[in-house]
């Protein structure tokens, strides 16, 4: 049974670092593209930041350049997002994604900026 489950979000002062983790069960985490997405309320889900499998080249959304760091440790089949200098405009759900042939989604974890 494929699983990812996230955690690590809550409520942050905008400045602020959040680190999220996934961990992920029931596939071959290391053949697999990471990738963490977010959906705040009325917009469509996008791209924060992707990791290959093999080689660890990483991609990021143009907003989250500098601040956003994702990372994977293929030996705990976990990959993180570690935010830092949260903006209001980056609150959102968050979501892991693992890609090959086929893709799979965890549940989410909600990241608020607020002061």
């Known amino acids: 049974q494929v699983q990812l489950v996230e955690s690590g979000g809550g409520l942050v002062q905008p400045g602020g670092s959040l680190r999220l983790s996934c961990a992920a069960s029931g596939f071959t985490f290391r053949i697999y593209a990471m990738s963490w997405y977010r959906q705040a309320p009325g917009k469509e889900r996008e791209l924060v930041a992707r990791?290959?499998?093999?080689?660890?080249?990483?991609n990021y959304a143009d907003s989250v350049k500098g601040r956003f760091t994702i990372s994977r440790d293929n030996a705990k089949n976990t990959v993180y997002l570690q935010m830092n200098g949260l903006k209001p405009q980056d609150a959102a759900v968050y979501y892991c994604?693992?890609?090959?042939?086929?893709?799979?989604w965890g549940q989410g974890t909600q990241v608020t900026v607020s002061s």
């Open positions: 994604n693992a890609l090959r042939l086929t893709d799979y």
């Open positions: 990791i290959a499998c093999a080689c660890d080249i990483t």
